[in-house]
């Protein structure tokens, strides 16, 4: 049980509340509900008072909490990073040299490399060694401002491999400040044995592996890459229709290569969230936007893989709600880099830097189903924190990649920068 903390900040600059218990969809997006020289009380890891810091410290006693002067200093909900690929074994750095002489992401993927070399070393490693690299990327993470995290399998695509993924994940939570939400993606990619074969292995997920993974409470959520060449419109809906029957809430990595149709897929299930959708279509757009899907955006995958970005501004315009996320994985985006995001929604996609904001906290939250806990400071809400070093929520994408973040509360208690004890 992590601890959980009484802590009062005060004098914020900006207190950047990201107000809200949903997510935002559209022109909702640009409103931030920021007080100027604000202050927040957190008790036992709940945010307890939110407001000007005069009338706060009339109501509350410095002497009974743990106080941090933010003076010029901007403070922000914690960032809510709702897609990753965090845990996992080995690296591609040889295939990043592959894509930048030009072979394509899904031509190394045809012929065994890709994701399926991430299944090989995933496999081969121990679970002190997943656990032990995925602590160190979470690290990374909460310097940067993170304080949830979504995780998912996808590189066992076994039973055994796919339970130790999950496993580890889970024994991550337990330790590191960073919360993490699991998601089972056992249909990440198609091994060699089972090419042609696709719907017998989606009968072994739905038949063998989720029933124990619902049962084990490993994760809670169930995603498919629903691709050209790798799973079918029609085989992810049946995985997907299985695994809300479980109790699985949905994703889709969807519309990334091709035009699919995952959008409208996620539309038609009821999916949380539909991510990527580089491809996407006007009408799946539409019906994302109806349904209440959240539409994830990765630009780090987009430029990395030198593709197209996801139409971002065009969404927004639509009424969606756009969460934007890192994708950190071992292949197709090897980043933890949240002023990165920032900076290429921001610069290449159209997105103020106002509505980024709102897609990395309660828009994230909202990924993952999670709106009403997190995402924003509001009370109620775990107290989870970004103090920045600047005064205003501005200094993020304009110091271009490089982090702003000075501390990180979570469950009200400092755990960034980490205070060793002499
Ligand atoms: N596109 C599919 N899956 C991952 C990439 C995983 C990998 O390349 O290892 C993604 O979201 O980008
Ligand atoms: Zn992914």
């Not at 949903?22 to 909702?28: I, L, M, S």
């Not at 337990?174 to 009968?203: M, N, R």
């Not at 469950?411 to 960034?416: E, H, L, P, T």
Request: glycine letters at 8%.
């Amino acid at each position: 049980m992590m601890k959980k903390g009484n802590l009062l900040i005060k004098n914020a600059a900006e207190l950047v509340t990201c107000s809200g218990f949903r997510a935002k969809k559209g022109k909702e997006m640009s409103d931030l509900q920021i007080i100027l020289d604000g202050a927040v009380v957190i008790e036992e890891g709940i945010i307890k008072a939110v407001g000007k810091t005069e009338e706060i410290l009339k109501q509350y006693s410095e002497e009974n909490y743990e106080v941090i002067d933010a003076s010029n200093k901007a403070v922000l909900p914690g960032f809510v990073d709702s897609h990753t690929h965090f845990l996992f074994g080995g690296y591609r750095a040889e295939e990043f040299s592959w894509r930048l002489r030009g072979d394509s992401y899904m031509d190394i993927m045809e012929r065994g490399g890709g994701i399926l070399s991430s299944v090989k070393a995933t496999k081969e490693a121990t679970k002190e060694e997943l656990f032990e690299s995925a602590m160190k990327r979470l690290d990374c993470m909460l310097s940067f401002g993170v304080t949830t995290v979504e995780g998912k399998s996808g590189y066992g695509l076994d039973y055994d491999t796919e339970m130790k993924q999950l496993e580890v994940m889970k024994e991550v939570d337990a330790v590191h400040p960073i919360d993490v939400v699991s998601t089972f993606l056992g249909a990440h990619a198609v091994p060699k044995e089972y090419k042609g074969k696709e719907d017998i292995l989606i009968d072994f997920f739905i038949e063998k592996v989720m029933p124990d993974v619902a049962e084990r409470k490993l994760a809670e959520f169930c995603d498919v890459f629903c691709e050209d060449k790798v799973f079918s419109i029609e085989q992810s809906r049946r995985l997907l229709t299985k695994a809300k029957e479980m109790g699985f809430k949905i994703k889709l990595h969807a519309d990334e290569i091709v035009p699919l149709g995952g959008a409208e897929l996620a539309a038609e299930l009821g999916a949380i969230s539909a991510d990527h959708l580089l491809q996407a279509s006007d009408q799946g757009i539409r019906d994302m936007e109806k349904a209440g899907v959240v539409a994830t955006l990765l630009p780090g995958t987009a430029f990395s893989l030198k593709e197209e970005f996801a139409r971002g501004r065009y969404m927004i315009d639509q009424n969606c709600a756009v969460a934007l996320a890192t994708d950190l994985n071992p292949g197709s985006c090897f980043t933890e880099s949240i002023p990165l995001i920032f900076a290429l929604a921001t610069l290449y996609m159209g997105i103020t830097t106002e509505e980024a904001l709102t897609a990395l906290t309660i828009n994230g939250a909202a990924a993952v189903d999670r709106a009403d806990k997190i995402g924003s400071i509001d009370i109620g809400k775990q107290g989870d924190i970004v103090i920045l070093e600047f005064p205003s929520y501005k200094y993020i994408p304009y110091h271009i990649g490089v982090s702003t973040v000075e501390k990180v509360v979570k469950d009200g208690v400092v755990v960034f920068p980490k205070i060793e004890k002499v």
